[in-house]
């Protein structure tokens, strides 16, 4: 099965400043890797995803970087404002099958101010 | 109006007891899941329904024991609670059949407390 990974677990910025998030899989066959915020005591939502036929996809302050080769794929926040403040997922999985989505194991993100 | 919405969203309970989470989503969606979030944050799926059938099923005791309904609902009932039980519990549902190729709509999370 797929196992995802993910560095750093902890993570903090000052306001304004750059974050990055990076995940590896273990699966070549996975090809969709979503992204996902979770908000301290909220429920995880999407925030961007790509496919394995696309190598970077932007949108507004965020992006996602997938680099097929290496089995790694990263998150992008520029810009950063204390409302990013939030535990970040990456997930992976295949289109084919009953595959699950395999999450990583999150990364806390603080902005500081 | 809520897309998933689940109930209760707290729970406190004594080891040994049952108890059942409901959830239910207004989407339309065909897939629904339960996902267990521990006090590490870690994300894991538990199981997966598609239009009332199940068709993921990790390792998870037997004690869990989910029941579909109709597509819109999926509950889970858990036997005999014990305290690693305690966790929060997300409900979720997406369009497609399989998670992988599209959003996942989470519920707020049941938070279960086993003392």
């Known amino acids: 099965g797929e196992n995802v990974e993910q560095h750093p677990s902890t993570l903090s910025v000052q306001e304004g400043d750059s974050a990055v998030i990076k995940c590896t899989y273990s699966?070549?066959?996975?090809?969709?890797f979503p992204w996902y915020k979770q908000e301290l005591g909220k429920r995880p939502q999407l925030i961007i995803d790509?496919?394995?036929?696309?190598g970077e996809k932007k949108d507004q302050r965020i992006a996602v970087t997938l680099n097929k080769t290496a089995k790694h794929f990263s998150l992008h926040i520029t810009e950063t404002q204390p409302e990013d403040s939030a535990v970040y997922f990456c997930?992976?999985?295949?289109?084919?099958?009953?595959?699950?989505?395999?999450f990583g194991t999150g990364t806390r993100l603080t902005i500081i101010p | 109006d809520t897309a998933v919405s689940q109930t209760p969203k707290y729970l406190v309970t004594q080891m040994g007891n049952d108890k059942s989470i409901k959830c239910e989503q207004n989407?339309?969606?065909?897939?629904m899941y339960w996902y267990k979030q521990d006090s590490k944050k870690f994300l894991k799926i538990m199981f997966s329904?598609?239009?009332?059938?199940?068709?993921i099923n990790e390792t998870v005791p037997n004690r869990f024991s989910p029941k579909s309904p109709d597509k819109a609902h999926l509950n889970l009932h858990i036997n005999s609670l014990e305290l690693g039980d305690s966790a929060v519990y997300f409900c979720?549902?997406?369009?497609?059949?399989?998670?992988?190729?599209?959003?996942?709509?989470f519920g707020e999370g049941s938070r279960l407390t086993v003392l």
């Open positions: 979720a549902s997406s369009q497609e059949v399989v998670a992988n190729t599209g959003e996942l709509f």
């Open positions: 997930a992976a999985s295949s289109y084919f099958g009953n595959e699950k989505l395999t």
């Open positions: 329904y598609n239009n009332k059938e199940l068709i």
């Open positions: 989407l339309g969606h065909d897939t």
């Open positions: 699966d070549s066959a996975s090809n969709y």
């Open positions: 790509i496919r394995s036929n696309v």
